[in-house]
């Protein structure tokens, strides 16, 4: 099988029988799409539902949203040869993991649901909410997904800063 990790603001769509799409989830939440007569799915990840009603979002800001990143699988599913009225939904994700910063995991669930239903999409599995981060791995030529939750949050790897050598100040602030 070929594996395509897919993270926030990304989506990935395929007809390829060999393909598994994978992402890890905390808040965030991932729809899986896939039309079962077409054999052609796709999944997507996003940090947050919708921007708020007065809240102005350039075009590149608007890749962290669930609006936008249903507009895009959406999309790039009919443009690969699926119906839309055939799509079937799987919805993961949108765990509160980190106490005090409010429900954004239960936001973003609430949202993935309305979308659903909004768009008349019937929704086959969900596996929203709790407290734990989880790893999903989808093969949209099959339709199956599996979730796991993972007992400890993923580790996060910082980069190094390189910082530019001669020729200029740098300020630091």
Not at 83 to 95: C, E, M, T, V
Not at 97 to 119: D, H, K, P, Q
């Amino acid at each position: 099988m070929r594996r395509v990790s897919i993270i926030q603001g990304e989506n990935h769509v395929s007809g390829e029988p060999e393909v598994v799409i994978s992402t890890l989830l905390g808040s965030c939440v991932s729809v899986c799409l896939q039309d079962p007569q077409a054999r052609i799915g796709g999944m997507n990840h996003f940090l947050l539902g919708e921007p708020g009603k007065d809240h102005q979002v350039d075009r590149q800001g608007m890749q962290r949203y669930g609006v936008h990143a249903m507009e895009l699988l959406i999309n790039e599913l009919m443009r690969k040869g699926a119906n839309r009225s055939r799509l079937r939904a799987q919805l993961y994700g949108g765990a509160n993991i980190i106490a005090g910063l409010g429900s954004i995991g239960s936001g973003n669930a609430a949202f993935a649901r309305r979308f659903m239903e909004t768009e008349s999409i019937p929704i086959g599995h969900c596996d929203l909410g709790g407290t734990q981060a989880r790893r999903v791995e989808f093969v949209p030529y099959e339709g199956k997904a599996r979730s796991r939750l993972l007992t400890e949050p993923p580790k996060i790897v910082r980069a190094p800063v390189v910082l530019p050598t001669g020729g200029g100040d740098l300020d630091l602030f």
